[in-house]
């Protein structure tokens, strides 16, 4: 059975460590992440001790970032982090899991 899980996140400017987005799942099966309110990048990491501007760039001129287990594999399962050096600002996250699914 498969099921979605709404948040928002604030994500802080030039922190240390980024912030949490999504623990660990092996029921994931995808991962949308898109800016909530602001037009300001911010970098996305499995990383928990990756600076702020190391990471996979997501910003609202290019639209929600979208990782499914069927074109990234198992990494899509891992904890997620953002962090933002610009501005702090709230980060939409869709975790997509499948009960059926399990990591091996």
Do not use: C, H
């Amino acid at each position: 059975m498969r099921s979605s899980k709404y948040t928002v996140v604030n994500v802080g400017v030039g922190a240390v460590n980024p912030a949490p987005l999504v623990p660990a799942s092996p029921n994931r099966v995808a991962l949308m992440v898109a800016p909530s309110d602001a037009t300001n990048p911010f970098y996305i990491t499995p990383d928990p001790t990756a600076p702020a501007l190391v990471g996979i760039r997501v910003a609202a001129a290019t639209g929600p970032l979208t990782l499914r287990i069927e074109e990234f594999g198992d990494i899509v399962q891992n904890a997620w982090y953002a962090g933002s050096w610009t501005a702090a600002q709230l980060v939409a996250v869709l975790d997509v899991t499948d009960d059926a699914r399990r990591r091996t």
